[in-house]
């Protein structure tokens, strides 16, 4: 199966600030998301990265608090601006091919 | 609605024994894929086992299977012989295509699997 390389692993930033995460797939993926997990709770979809094309975020999300690039198939950014205490959270990328979705190790954020 | 449900927030299970992990889903697109996912303390998903819609058998992969029954809409992992290191959380997931007829994945609340010695 694919490997997806996840950076940083965590961090620790100052509030107002941003933060890019970057996701790198070893091969061409059908499909990528990015998601958020917050502590003690499941995974929330927060958008669908488009290679080419703007992102599709979910109910929620937006596009200025948190955008995506996807160059191409096997490489995405999600960047989360102007951060606040409540953006602490695992951040996690996945790819996605018919029979599989795998994820990258996920970014924990802490804003403080 | 809730599109994937796991009624059991945790369960407990004797060492080399069974276990069931309930999942149930909801969806109208006739093509989707099912998911079980463990993730440990360490934060990281592992992807344990996939299950397509059209499949006609039950997947399985090693002390992993998924007993999947279309028409009631489940899709429950069994893990055989417990092993300490089964502890995690797990969770189930289901893709289909959105209204705009992109693929995404949903997660369910999960379920966490405690091993006792």
């Known amino acids: 199966s694919a490997v997806i390389s996840q950076k940083p692993s965590r961090d620790i930033c100052q509030r107002g600030t941003s933060l890019t995460i970057q996701c790198q797939v070893d091969s061409q993926v059908t499909m990528m998301f990015w998601y958020r997990q917050q502590p003690g709770q499941s995974l929330t979809l927060i958008a669908t990265a488009n290679q080419g094309s703007e992102a599709t975020y979910e109910s929620g999300f937006v596009i200025d608090k948190f955008p995506i690039s996807r160059p191409n198939l096997t490489f995405s950014t999600l960047t989360v601006s102007n951060m606040s205490p409540e953006d602490s959270s695992i951040y996690l990328c996945s790819g996605s091919t018919p029979g599989e979705a795998f994820f990258g190790q996920g970014t924990r954020l802490t804003v403080v | 609605a809730q599109k994937i449900t796991q009624t059991q927030p945790g369960m407990f299970v004797q060492e080399k024994e069974a276990v069931t992990l309930d999942c149930t889903y909801d969806?109208?697109?006739?093509?989707?894929?099912l998911f079980w996912y463990k993730q440990p303390s360490s934060g990281e998903m592992i992807f344990l086992i996939y299950?397509?819609?059209?499949?006609?058998q039950n997947a399985t992969e090693g002390r992993y299977s998924l007993n999947f029954q279309k028409a009631r809409k489940s899709a429950n992992l069994v893990i055989s012989a417990s092993q300490l290191g089964d502890s995690a959380m797990y969770f189930c997931?289901?893709?289909?295509?959105?209204?705009?007829?992109?693929?995404?994945?949903?997660f369910g609340t999960g379920t966490k699997l405690q091993v006792i010695p």
């Open positions: 997931a289901m893709r289909e295509a959105n209204s705009g007829g992109y693929q995404k994945v949903t």
């Open positions: 299950q397509g819609s059209y499949d006609q």
């Open positions: 969806t109208s697109d006739p093509s989707y894929g």
